[in-house]
């Protein structure tokens, strides 16, 4: 697949340790498990599933300095374009995974990405970019709140088009609804799933929360695992673009992957909901293997 324009994902670098139990956890002893470590962090996820389908990506982040070749060499193996940030205090994210069938428990330790500032991102960066994606990790921590809005106001000042996945439901829920929608003023088009689509709208039905958050955001594409996926734009009906079961190995970076094919194919000229159906596409496949990126 070739890919038209290029992408900037900006964001988290992070080692996952995914732990799949091979049977019901039990307290204060041992339970059998599967370990394995891969590198992750959703936007660094986000950006290997594009440079693997094709498109032109560049990549920015912040991690432990003594990890920056490794991290760098595993995404450019992609042919993602690198630009790591080394902290000579912070270490690398890590995040450890539990998987339990579809269901995920995650421990985070946010490492440098906390101090990861978004107004370090180069404006001749931004300024080769047809469009701009970032996290909701990217903006919860206090160092880099207000540079969000900076972030978006200057993409949109190079033209580029301004995509975020809210994230973590219980990050948001942490953070709190208001702030993190005024961070996100501007934003061209918001990636959540059901139970963030749902919180940041205040209401309890997914279809509806999707609709109403158009209010705010001019796309909105809520995935709702299995259920398939909601794609509403201001002004229009909303639409459910249904997907194949998937026999699921570990749903890790699902989302990610998603992202990364629907915005290879609105680069590509694609209507949002022909997007809808690529990243359905990409994600099934990224279901299929352990880990959060490509294999």
Request: glycine share 10%; hydrophobic share 45%.
């Amino acid at each position: 697949m070739t890919v038209a324009g290029l992408i900037l994902v900006v964001g988290d670098v992070i080692d996952d340790v995914i732990v799949r139990p091979r049977g019901p956890i039990r307290h204060d002893t041992d339970t059998p498990a599967s370990i394995e470590r891969h590198p992750g962090g959703s936007a660094a996820n986000t950006a290997a599933w594009l440079g693997s389908i094709g498109a032109d990506v560049h990549f920015f982040g912040r991690l432990g300095e003594a990890d920056v070749a490794r991290h760098a060499s595993e995404l450019e193996r992609f042919g993602v374009q690198t630009h790591l940030a080394g902290d000579p205090i912070h270490p690398t994210g890590t995040i450890v995974i539990l998987v339990e069938g579809e269901a995920r428990t995650m421990l985070t330790d946010r490492g440098a990405n906390v101090v990861f500032d978004l107004d370090s991102v180069p404006d001749d960066l931004i300024a080769i970019a047809n469009y701009v994606h970032f996290t909701g990790h990217t903006i919860i921590d206090l160092p880099k709140r207000e540079a969000a809005v900076r972030l978006i106001a200057r993409a949109h000042a190079h033209k580029a088009v301004v995509s975020v996945d809210p994230a973590s439901a219980g990050f948001i829920t942490d953070f709190g609804v208001d702030e993190f929608l005024h961070l996100c003023a501007g934003v061209d088009i918001l990636r959540p799933n059901e139970d963030e689509a749902c919180i940041l709208a205040g209401v309890t039905d997914v279809a509806t929360a999707t609709e109403k958050l158009t209010e705010r955001f001019p796309l909105v594409v809520t995935t709702c695992g299995g259920k398939g996926v909601l794609v509403a734009e201001r002004g229009k009906p909303i639409v459910h673009v249904s997907v194949d079961p998937v026999d699921v190995v570990d749903p890790t970076g699902a989302g990610d992957s998603f992202n990364a094919g629907m915005l290879a194919a609105l680069a590509n000229g694609a209507s949002p909901v022909e997007a809808a159906k690529n990243g359905a596409r990409v994600a099934a496949g990224g279901l299929l293997t352990v880990g959060a990126r490509p294999a």
